[in-house]
């Protein structure tokens, strides 16, 4: 089974030639220009890894770790740059990082980090498991279960939105069923405040409330 991998890297000749090498090599490859636009695909779609640039226009790739992370806590990241030193390294591990590599770096040694990092995250992360008890309780409710229809369909949605949509006029009866969604890891808020499903939200999604 192919690695899902997420690549955000601004240079556009060293993006192609990594997609076509790691396509080569069984991944199957999702290329960003930016971090910005990484983040969005992490949003609607699972992946095993990401790839991530230290330097980019906009967002840098260590301060997209954090969104990724929130996207999905299993996530591997791996960080390159040319501008590798000790503390930049140290940076990048504290904010989440699982490698670091610094340009210019062998392809098959990269595929080889990536392999490894996928392989130990998925060591350290079992399985989901569907019938936990704060599921469980996320998904008892219709409000919720709509909640989770209603994000599956518009993606991201303000809590406004999200209001009207699901036809809740007490906001605070409604913002107490969001924490719980938050709480269950089905549902993740960015620094925006929009509501979006998480990985964990969009599997359950399919494979549940279908």
Excluded: W
Excluded at 40 to 60: E, K, P, Q, T
Excluded at 134 to 159: D, E, M, T, W
């Amino acid at each position: 089974m192919s690695l899902k991998l997420l690549l955000a890297e601004d240079d556009l000749d060293l993006r192609e030639v990594i997609t076509e090498a790691l396509t080569l090599d069984g991944f199957e490859v999702t290329a960003c220009e930016s971090a910005e636009q990484a983040i969005s695909c992490a949003m609607r779609h699972s992946y095993d890894i990401a790839l991530l640039d230290f330097v980019m226009g906009g967002i840098s790739g260590i301060d997209a770790i954090a969104v990724l992370k929130q996207t999905d806590p299993n996530i591997g990241i791996v960080i390159v740059t040319a501008f590798g030193t000790i503390d930049t390294a140290v940076d990048a591990m504290k904010k989440g990082a699982d490698e670091f590599l610094t340009k210019p770096f062998n392809l098959q040694t990269l595929s080889v980090t990536l392999k490894k990092v996928h392989a130990e995250k998925s060591l350290k992360s079992p399985p989901v498991d569907k019938d936990s008890d704060l599921v469980f309780s996320a998904l008892s409710n219709p409000i919720r279960r709509n909640v989770i229809y209603q994000l599956n369909i518009h993606q991201r949605l303000k809590f406004m939105d999200l209001c009207r949509l699901v036809g809740i006029k007490d906001h605070t009866k409604f913002n107490f069923h969001l924490r719980q969604l938050i709480k269950s890891g089905l549902v993740s808020k960015n620094d925006e405040k929009t509501y979006f499903l998480t990985k964990v939200g969009i599997d359950i999604e399919s494979r549940i409330l279908m």
